[in-house]
C-alpha cells in the first residue's frame, strides 16, 4: 500500500496525507524538543521558583505553562518566520533577551532571604508573587531559544497541513510529558525538607543565573559571527 493516501470528496476537492513524512516529522519533533525542555531539569527549577506556593497553585502554575508552552511553539511554528522578519529579530536576539531573563530569575533566587516564620513578610510577598507560568516557566525556560530554534528548523520542513498538524501533534505530547514531571515534582517536594529546600533553591539560582549568563554569551558569539556584522567591521575598518 502506498504510503500517500489521496481522498477525492465531493466538489472534486483533494487531500493527499503523506503519512511516512507526518509520521517522520511528528517523531522527529519529540526526539528534537524534549532534551532541549528538558522536564526533568525544569522540574527542578519549577519547584525552586514556586516556593512559598500552595500545592494547588503549583499544579495550576503547570497547567497554565503547559498551555502557554504550546501556544508559543505553534505561533513560532505558524508564523515564526515572519514575527521575526517584521519585528527584525534573529535566534541570537532571542537568545540573549531569554538569557537576561533567566539571569535575573537565578540572581532573584540567590539573593532571597530565608523564612524562619509562616507567618513573615517574605512568606506573603512568596504567595503574592506574580504568575509565573508565562515567564520565566513558559518561556524561555520550556520555549525557549533552543526549543524555538528547533521549531523553526522543523517549519521549515513542512510541506502541508498535515506535517503542520505533526509537528503540533509532537509539542502536545512533549508538553504532556513536561506537565506530567511537573505534577510528580510537586508530589516529590513534599518529602523535601524546608532546609534541602532552601539548599536547592540556592543551587538552582546558581545554575540559573550561570545558564542566562551562557544564553547571552552564546548569542552575542553568534551574532557576531554574522557574515553582515563581519562585513560590516571590515566596511569601518577599510574607511
Known sequence: MSPALALAPPLGFSLTFDFDSAWSLFLGTILGILPVINPLGGATTFLAITEGDSDVEKRAQARRAAFYCVGILTAFLLFGSLIMKVFSISIPGIRIAGGIIVARVGFGMLASK?????????????????????????????????????????????????????????????????????????????????????????????????????FCVTGITEILREPAFIEAIRAVWRA
Open 114 to 214: 530565608s523564612r524562619t516564620d509562616a507567618d513573615s513578610e517574605e512568606h506573603r510577598a512568596a504567595v503574592a508573587k506574580p504568575d509565573i507560568s508565562f515567564t520565566p516557566l513558559a518561556m524561555p525556560m520550556l520555549a525557549g531559544p533552543g526549543s524555538i530554534g528547533v521549531t523553526l528548523g522543523f517549519a521549515s520542513l513542512a510541506r502541508g497541513w498535515q506535517d503542520y498538524a505533526a509537528i503540533i501533534a509532537g509539542f502536545v505530547v512533549v508538553v504532556l510529558v513536561t506537565w506530567v514531571t511537573l505534577l510528580a515534582a510537586v508530589r516529590a517536594g513534599k518529602l523535601v525538607s524546608a532546609v534541602g529546600l532552601r539548599a536547592m533553591t540556592q543551587i538552582m539560582g546558581l545554575l540559573l543565573a550561570c545558564m542566562g549568563i551562557q
